[in-house]
């Protein structure tokens, strides 16, 4: 496979802390505001309106057509969930929010999983397991690395616990495009891809199913869901590889 992976220079990589930082600050308001009752049309709403209050541009709003500016995705919603003025959030729903803005010319990407009130004790623990496989990924984004080493971080810990890891979506690079090269799985494929450099700037995003790794996608042409209906929890952040080591620029 050909990859086209775009270093970026300290000076890029200080312009995307600033489109990084509003995704954190909207992400924190956004978790803050998911309740029960509201709709997730409600949450989607608050997120376009403090992006355009922030003076940046929602990144998923018309990205190959999708009609909002958040992904919203409930329980056995893995990614890409249409915000809806029908849909209900209530007590007992875990809730990814997978937000990006583009700011200054250059993308940020983050997301998280939140619990609405308490939740079943193994799927509390998917939602930890699966911030920890992020940080543990997160932690490999090292000059000298293999991408692979990111990608065998992931799947080490959600084997461990005997996890579905989603393979059909995976993490990317990212800069002046949302999706750039490489391509970040959360398993182990095939060779160890890339080597990391300083200048590399990776959204990593394990997304990981309490049964089954199998997926399907809705009629919407959008929702992604576990095809044994089981839950999915999911976090990403965006991550500069630097001369040190990982910065993790959409950190809250
Ligand atoms: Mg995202
Ligand atoms: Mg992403």
């Given at each position: 496979m050909f990859t086209m992976i775009h270093l970026k220079s300290p000076k890029e990589i200080e312009t995307m802390r600033g489109a990084s930082k509003i995704v954190a600050e909207i992400l924190l308001e956004l978790r803050e505001n998911i309740h029960d009752g509201a709709t997730t049309a409600d949450i989607d709403k608050i997120a376009e309106d403090l992006t355009l209050k922030k003076k940046a541009k929602p990144a998923f709003k018309g990205y190959r057509g999708f009609p909002a500016s958040l992904c919203i995705s409930v329980?056995?919603?893995?990614?890409?969930?249409?915000?809806?003025?029908?849909?209900?959030?209530?007590?007992?729903?875990?809730?990814?929010?997978?937000?990006?803005?583009?700011?200054?010319?250059?993308?940020?990407?983050?997301?998280?999983?939140?619990?609405?009130?308490?939740?079943?004790?193994?799927?509390?623990?998917?939602?930890?397991?699966?911030?920890?496989?992020?940080?543990?990924?997160?932690?490999?984004?090292l000059p000298g690395n293999f991408i692979s080493d990111i990608s065998a971080a992931v799947q080490r810990l959600a084997d461990a616990n005997n996890y579905g890891i989603v393979r059909e979506?995976?993490?990317?690079?990212?800069?002046?495009?949302?999706?750039?090269?490489?391509?970040?799985?959360?398993?182990?494929?095939?060779?160890?891809?890339?080597?990391?450099?300083?200048?590399?700037?990776?959204?990593?995003?394990?997304?990981?199913?309490?049964?089954?790794?199998?997926?399907?996608?809705?009629?919407?042409?959008?929702?992604?869901?576990?095809?044994d209906g089981k839950p999915s929890a999911h976090f990403e952040h965006t991550v500069a590889v630097t001369p040190n080591g990982p910065e993790i620029l959409t950190k809250i």
């Open positions: 329980n056995d919603q893995v990614v890409h969930g249409i915000p809806s003025p029908k849909r209900l959030l209530k007590k007992g729903d875990i809730v990814g929010l997978d937000f990006g803005v583009i700011y200054d010319g250059y993308y940020g990407d983050s997301a998280m999983t939140v619990a609405i009130g308490e939740i079943p004790p193994e799927v509390e623990r998917l939602v930890k397991i699966t911030e920890q496989c992020l940080y543990r990924a997160i932690e490999q984004a979506f995976c993490g990317h690079g990212i800069g002046r495009s949302l999706h750039e090269d490489p391509p970040v799985l959360n398993y182990v494929q095939n060779g160890k891809g890339p080597k990391i450099r300083p200048g590399f700037v990776l959204a990593i995003e394990p997304m990981i199913n309490l049964g089954t790794d199998k997926v399907k996608v809705l009629e919407d042409g959008w929702t992604v869901v576990t095809a």
